[in-house]
Structures are given as C-alpha cells and as structure tokens.
C-alpha cells in the first residue's frame, strides 16, 4: 500500500475521545485508508470492526441507533474490557446519518471511537457542522499527491 500522508495526521487521534471523520471525491483510497488503519490497530492487539454502510445498508441494524448498539454488545463485546474502534465506511448511506451518529456518540460514550468515511459529494459533511464539533476531527483525503506517487 502507498503510505498516504494524511496517515500521519490521523494516528496521534486513534483512541481518543473524538470522532474521525474522512471525507473525499469517490475513488481516492478512503476505503483502502480504513482497512490500512484497521490493520494497524488490530498489529497492536485493539479490539476493530469494519463495516461497509454501502454493502449492508439494509441491514436492519443500521436504521435504528439503539439496534445498532445491542449490535455492538452482543456480537462484538463492546463495553466489556478494551474499547472498540469502529470504521464504518460509506456512512453517508445511513438513513438519516446526523440523526444516527448524534444517538450513536450518546449511547456508546467512550466504549468506542467512530472512524467514519464519507464522500464529499454528500451532504453530511455541511450538515454534520453543527453537531458535536468539539468531538469530532475531520480529515480530507485527496487524489494522489506527487511525493504519495
């Protein structure tokens, strides 16, 4: 994998309180970036789940928060011992995402840290500006730079 600068600026953040947030055009690496930070987190023995919104959008555990969270609990032992570092990529497919990640950052406290991605195409990136931005971090991967290449 090429080593994305912006690598760099997301692991200092990586088990803190904050919610991370990368967004970028379609096709720029943002999933390829999750699976590589999951990979990471999982060498140093840390608890992960990675889930494609996209792919499983109909699922029923992601229309409602609450469901989501028993999700959690039960199938991935949030809550008990090491806390979990959810990615869940292509968050923008979530019905009603603002709504969703306002009751997920409740119930779940610091038992897990959100590493979503979106497209910047959507429109949680404008609409999301109000909610939490003390808790959340925000990243923007672009295409390719020079040195990246």
């Not at 720029?28 to 990675?50: A, I, M, P, S, W």
């Not at 039960?74 to 990615?87: I, T, V």
């Not at 959100?114 to 971090?137: C, N, P, Q, V, Y």
Request: one cysteine or more; aromatic letters at 12%.
């Amino acid at each position: 994998m090429i080593q994305r600068k912006v690598t760099e600026q997301i692991m200092p953040w990586l088990g803190t309180t904050k919610i991370l947030n990368i967004k970028g055009a379609r096709r720029v690496g943002k999933t390829t970036l999750l699976r590589h930070l999951e990979q990471q987190l999982k060498d140093k023995g840390e608890k992960t789940l990675y889930l494609s919104v996209e792919h499983q959008r109909h699922l029923p555990i992601f229309r409602d928060p609450s469901v989501f969270v028993r999700f959690l609990r039960e199938q991935h032992s949030m809550g008990k011992g090491k806390k979990l570092f959810l990615f869940l990529d292509d968050f923008q497919y979530i019905w009603d995402p603002i709504h969703f990640l306002k009751q997920l950052d409740e119930m779940t406290g610091n038992e897990c840290q959100l590493i979503l991605s979106a497209s910047t195409t959507f429109h949680i990136m404008k609409t999301a500006e109000g909610f939490g931005s003390d808790r959340r971090k925000k990243f923007f991967l672009r295409h390719l730079s020079f040195a990246e290449y």
